[in-house]
Nanobody, 117 residues
Framework: QVQLVESGGDLVQPGGSLRLSCTAS????????MRWYRQAPGNERELVAD???????EYSDSVNGRFTLSRDNAENAVYLQMNNLKPEDTAVYLC???????????WGQGTQVTVSS
């Protein structure tokens, strides 16, 4: 069964850091566009960061310069390092794997990040 499992969400104070992990099963992360989304209550799902199979990374304006997306093909996982966290970063963070030609779109269950003092 193809599966993405996120972990690393927590309660953190403003200015703090967290590292989210997304581990894949029966799916090779190096072959897919791997994305992190987030969704806060009452808000639409927002694309935070994306890495292509060739390794090109893009970030939303809201996190650019604070978040870093990385991929470890040997571990079959992607990571989101989040620094200088702000209360507006509070959301459920979801991992997503997309392969257009293969018509594959897989989601994880999400991990909660709460930024509050």
């Amino acid at each position: 069964q193809v599966q993405l499992v996120e972990s690393g969400g927590d309660l953190v104070q403003p200015g703090g850091s967290l590292r989210l992990s997304c581990t894949a099963s029966r799916l090779s992360v190096g072959l897919y566009n791997m994305r992190w989304y987030r969704q806060a209550p009452g808000n639409e799902r927002e694309l935070v960061a994306d890495i292509t199979p060739r390794g090109r990374v893009e970030y939303s304006d809201s996190v650019n310069g604070r978040f870093t997306l990385s991929r470890d093909n040997a571990e079959n996982a992607v990571y989101l390092q989040m620094n200088n966290l702000k209360p507006e970063d509070t959301a459920v963070y979801l991992c997503n794997a997309v392969h257009g030609p293969w018509n594959v779109n897989v989601w994880g269950q999400g991990t909660q990040v709460t930024v509050s003092s």
